[in-house]
């Protein structure tokens, strides 16, 4: 059986409900998966001891969690040796506005650039609108900038904009390409 590390960053959670579908997709193909949270000592305990590892985080102010950059920086040279995939959840992928696609790609980039991470793939997905979870500042802030770019200003409750149905895609297609269901190291 494979195993397989899913790390991930979270500010607000919902990166974490994302790592939580993969993780369980993952094993559903047949692979040993350890989920860990990024901002916890377990990730400084992680050993180079996976066939294949998904690093999933979101985006606040263009940047990804800073317990992800430093999980990925000082793991990089085992991380390139094995499949390695990179999701990046932010708002952004989910305003269809060529330029805010354009600044998630180099928020990505900019994610693999700082760390040295070679994925094989990449993946850019919709986020989540967590009202409930945010401050009274940030709320405020959200909710203005989610009237500019025509998303739910309801701040009441919660809004979701991940496809997971896409998202099950990209999961099928890495375990595809990292042999997952082979059942090999
Ligand atoms: C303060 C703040 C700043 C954000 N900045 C960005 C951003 O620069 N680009 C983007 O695409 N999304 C941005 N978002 C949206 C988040 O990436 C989105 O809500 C995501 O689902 C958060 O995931 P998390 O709950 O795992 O932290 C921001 C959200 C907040 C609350």
Redesign the pocket.
């Known amino acids: 059986m494979k195993k397989v590390l899913v790390i991930y960053g ?7 409900k994302i790592a939580t579908f993969i993780a369980e997709h993952l094993r559903a193909h047949g692979a040993y998966v350890d989920l860990v949270d990024s901002a916890t000592p377990a990730a400084a305990a992680v050993q180079p001891t996976y066939g294949a590892v998904v690093i999933a985080g ?5 940047l990804h969690q800073r317990s992800l950059v430093h999980f990925a920086r000082e793991n990089a040279a085992w991380l390139n040796a094995v499949p390695t995939a990179v999701v990046s ?5 989910a305003i269809p506005d060529p330029e805010t696609q354009a600044q ?1 790609r180099n ?1 990505l980039q900019y994610f693999l650039d700082t760390t040295g991470l070679k994925p094989a793939r990449t993946k850019i997905v919709a ?4 009202y409930t979870k ?1 401050d009274w500042f ?1 709320r405020t ?2 909710r203005l900038i989610a009237k500019q770019m025509g998303k739910d200003v309801d701040d009441t409750r919660d809004h979701e904009y991940t496809d997971w149905d896409d998202l099950r895609r990209f999961v099928d297609e890495f375990a595809r390409q990292a042999r997952i269901a082979d059942g090999g190291g």
Do not use: I
């Open positions: 979270t500010t607000e959670g919902h990166t974490r979101s985006l606040h102010e263009h959840a932010g708002l952004a992928a998630a928020n986020g989540a609108l967590l945010y940030k802030m959200m």
